[in-house]
């Protein structure tokens, strides 16, 4: 069984700070990680994909991958109220169809 | 990114009758389209893996004669809830994968089993 655990929340982190999300997978074999942005009631919209071990950037977000520890980080800077949403940690195990294994996801609330 | 359109946004439908939901891709040919339900709450869970021209494979505890997935074309994938109950009740989202890139999205489909 195929798992991706993430913590819950919520996260509750002040306007302009850094929120630090987490998420580790189970199957070694995992080749593509990607986090998703749900706003309550719509579909997930991708923010980043990684793909490969060490850091990604892109504007204010960062992504993190350590195949050794099976571990995958999102970091967000300076965080605003209207990146409060549920994050979704997605992990492909499932080669170039892109069949992806989603955790539970973790609210994070950004407060003006 | 690429534009996955799913219709309807949301349906409303009496306890025993049947429901389709479609989802296209508009500017790609999707070799693979996802389709996901997601509880309030919960996370996504994917419910089977359709190839166009071929049958879907549904993921475990899924009833194939429930729910229904025909990928008659590259562009489009359709999910019939068959003789939808009210635990039916949920946010159903598909997902499109173009060959060698991620997949994309759906708008979701909120349906309601009154």
């Known amino acids: 069984q195929k798992e991706v655990e993430q913590n819950s929340g919520p996260l509750s982190v002040p306007e302009g700070a850094i929120a630090s999300l987490n998420c580790t997978y189970s199957?070694?074999?995992?080749?593509?990680f990607f986090w998703y942005r749900q706003y309550s009631g719509k579909s997930p919209e991708l923010i980043m994909s990684i793909y490969s071990n060490g850091d990604k950037e892109d504007g204010r977000f960062t992504a993190q991958l350590n195949k050794a520890s099976q571990y995958v980080s999102l970091l967000i800077r300076d965080s605003q109220p209207s990146d409060s949403a549920t994050y979704l940690c997605?992990?492909?195990?499932?080669?170039?169809?892109?069949?992806?294994?989603f955790g539970k996801g973790t609210l994070l609330t950004v407060n003006p | 990114g690429a534009v996955v359109s799913q219709h309807p946004s949301r349906v409303i439908c009496k306890s025993g009758t049947s429901v389709k939901i479609e989802c296209r891709s508009l500017?790609?040919?999707?070799?693979?389209m996802f389709w996901y339900r997601q509880f309030p709450k919960q996370s996504l869970m994917l419910m089977a893996t359709s190839n166009e021209g071929s049958k879907a494979t549904y993921e475990q505890g899924v009833e194939k004669d429930k729910f229904l997935i025909n990928h008659a074309s590259l562009t489009l994938s359709t999910l019939t809830v068959t003789s939808a109950h009210p635990e039916d009740s949920s946010f159903y989202i598909c997902s499109a994968s173009r060959q060698g890139t991620e997949a994309f999205f759906g708008q979701g489909t909120r349906l309601t089993v009154v």
């Open positions: 199957d070694r074999g995992s080749q593509s």
């Open positions: 500017d790609f040919q999707a070799t693979t």
């Open positions: 997605a992990v492909n195990s499932g080669g170039s169809n892109y069949k992806l294994t």
